[in-house]
Nanobody, 127 residues
Framework: QVQLVESGGGSVQSGESLRLSCTVSGLTFDDYGAGWFRQTPGKEREVLSCISRDGGYTHYTNAVKGRFFVSRDNAKNMLYLQMNSLKPEDTATYYC????????????????????WGQGTQVTVSS
């Protein structure tokens, strides 16, 4: 079955970096677009970034643009999120997600677009 597993979360100081990884199994990953989301208690899950199935197109929400960078390695079935200049407001549970993509440049930014999710990894940034 389809499985996504995030890793790489942890506790860091403001200004430091983390790299999240998402291991994908049970599907042909290069047929799927992917995205990263985060959620804090009491709030809706928000999109951070998406990436097209071949990695050629990416999109970022304004809150993380210029600090976070999404990438993928289809040969390894891996999705990554490099997070730089972390701020306390980045504290959240981070999720990867994927869905089958019909077109090479498709990049999905809505939570409801995604059909498979990981279990989440916690990121805590202290000031």
């Amino acid at each position: 079955q389809v499985q996504l597993v995030e890793s790489g979360g942890g506790s860091v100081q403001s200004g430091e970096s983390l790299r999240l990884s998402c291991t994908v199994s049970g599907l042909t990953f290069d047929d799927y677009g992917a995205g990263w989301f985060r959620q804090t208690p009491g709030k809706e899950r928000e999109v951070l970034s998406c990436i097209s199935r071949d990695g050629g197109y990416t999109h970022y929400t304004n809150a993380v643009k210029g600090r976070f960078f999404v990438s993928r390695d289809n040969a390894k079935n891996m999705l990554y999120l490099q997070m730089n200049s972390l701020k306390p407001e980045d504290t959240a549970t981070y999720y990867c997600a994927t869905r089958r993509s019909d077109y090479r440049n498709d990049c999905y930014i809505r939570r409801e677009d995604y059909s498979a999710w990981g279990q989440g990894t916690q990121v805590t940034v202290s000031s």
